[in-house]
């Protein structure tokens, strides 16, 4: 099943602008993790918030999380467009056997 | 160089037929997984080992087995009774178990003749 759902499916921005993922979920989470896909390749770790962080930061990306609304967004600030991609949300719920599960992904559009 | 591997890029299979896709790793990860995602989805847990000698099924194991006698290494049998396995298979690892980053490989694509 999938546990995070994330929104928008498509965005589609010009280079320059800020580009936010919203990820929703349904039970306790130990950590929230977000990944890339370029186009036919495999994922790629970019962040990882733990359930008693509330923000993180990672050069132009920045990580929120609010457990009481069982939600994260990811923002790219300033995107160029290498940052054309597929972005998911990955959680790691309470209680699970040591397994992650993945949202839908949002696919990111970054245009010149 | 550390990493995944996995082999082939893609593979082709014909009806009835039982296909291993390979996945090495070289960054002496306990852990490693197996997922399957179709287009415009995401990923699915099929199988995954927290240790050599060891493995649990995960969301959709049904058509599909694994051995992991290796620790650097976790194939995946995609068999006949996987009705329909056209997809894109992605092998990961970490070092030990979700709490931490996963590393992916490149992945297989699997198509049926």
């Known amino acids: 099943s999938q546990q995070g759902e994330e929104d928008p499916q498509a965005l589609s921005i010009q280079e320059g602008e800020n580009a936010t993922m919203n990820c929703s979920y349904k039970t306790s989470i130990n950590n929230l993790q977000w990944y890339r896909q370029n186009s036919g390749r495999g994922l790629v770790h970019l962040i990882l918030i733990r359930s008693n962080e509330r923000e993180k930061h990672s050069g132009r990306l920045r990580v929120t999380l609010d457990t009481s609304k069982k939600s994260s967004s990811l923002l790219i600030t300033a995107s160029r467009a290498a940052d054309t991609a597929s972005y998911f949300c990955?959680?790691?719920?309470?209680?699970?056997?040591?397994?992650?599960?993945f949202g839908t992904g949002t696919r990111l559009q970054v245009t010149l | 160089d550390g990493g995944i591997t996995q082999s082939p890029k893609y593979l082709f299979r014909k009806e009835g037929q039982n296909v291993t896709l390979s996945c090495e790793q070289n960054?002496?990860?306990?852990?490693m997984y197996w997922y399957r995602q179709d287009p415009g989805q995401g990923l699915r847990l099929i199988y995954y080992s927290q240790i050599v000698n060891d493995f649990q099924k995960g969301d959709i194991a049904e058509g599909y087995s694994v051995s992991r006698e290796k620790k650097e290494s976790f194939p995946l049998t995609v068999t006949s009774a996987q009705k329909n396995p056209t997809a894109f298979y992605l092998c990961a690892s970490s070092i030990a178990g979700s709490r931490e980053t996963q590393y992916f490989g490149p992945g297989t694509r699997l198509l049926v003749l």
């Open positions: 960054l002496n990860h306990d852990a």
């Open positions: 990955a959680t790691d719920a309470t209680g699970t056997a040591s397994k992650l599960t």
